[in-house]
């Protein structure tokens, strides 16, 4: 039975090393059968907790994240819902094929299969953002790291935009600002100056906070914590 998966993303041209963790696996490498989006992984180590595979490259659009693991003589593996997702990275120029990344004013459509990581710190003001496959924003490992995020409008179309899950939370700082002004263009329905969505998942987790609200007791004082 699997457990985790780390890193939950990797590029498309591949090479990226994945850790699966959990319970009943095997020790011999030649024993396992692991095809991601129907990519193989090739299995490079492996104990009764844990194997890791490295990535091929998955060329094209995937529009839905597939995960098949076996094991000779255990069957197949239970995966509990978990995917690895293959991601191109905004700071690649190959994601833009070959050109520069977006500057200021343009417009940028996510289409479906297409699983767009935003790891650069900060973005032009964009025009439009269409999201019909996946908009993701990875946290840093550091808390204080800030990344911002401008668009006059984003559109969630079907598409997945996340910044943290309630199992992953974001553990970093996201600043998504919208611009736009009375004058400007609408979206139908929508309006101008949106985040707007339909038929898709919008996925924004921070860090727990605990107690998220409280009432007091007695009048606080001035100065209290």
Not at 84 to 99: A, L
Not at 126 to 134: D, I, K, Q, R, T
Not at 137 to 147: A, C, D, E, G, I
Not at 204 to 218: F, I, Q, Y
Request: hydrophobic share 35%; net charge negative; aromatic share 10%.
């Amino acid at each position: 039975m699997l457990t985790s998966i780390t890193p939950r993303f990797g590029k498309v041209q591949g090479g990226e090393t994945i850790t699966f963790s959990g319970s009943g696996f095997s020790s011999n490498t030649l024993d396992y059968s692991v095809l991601i989006d129907e990519r193989p992984c090739s299995v490079v180590e492996a104990d009764p907790t844990y194997f890791k595979c490295v990535t091929s490259n998955r060329p094209g659009l995937f529009p839905k994240p597939s995960l098949d693991i076996k094991i000779a003589g255990k069957g197949s593996v239970a995966t509990q819902g978990l995917i690895f997702r293959y991601v191109n990275y905004w700071s690649e120029p190959q994601t833009w094929g070959g050109d520069f990344a977006p500057i200021e004013g343009d417009m940028v459509s996510i289409p479906k299969g297409l699983h767009l990581l935003v790891d650069v710190d900060s973005t032009p003001v964009l025009s439009a953002v269409v999201v019909e496959g996946s908009l993701i924003f990875p946290p840093s490992s550091k808390p204080n790291h800030l990344r911002t995020f401008d668009a006059h409008y984003i559109l969630v179309r079907g598409g997945l935009l996340e910044a943290g899950t309630e199992q992953f939370p974001y553990t970093s700082k996201l600043l998504i600002t919208m611009h736009s002004n009375r004058s400007s263009p609408e979206i139908p329905i929508f309006g101008n100056k949106v985040l707007a969505m339909y038929n898709g998942v919008l996925d924004l987790h921070g860090v727990p906070r605990t107690p998220t609200w409280t009432e007091l007791d007695v009048t606080a004082d001035i100065g209290a914590t």
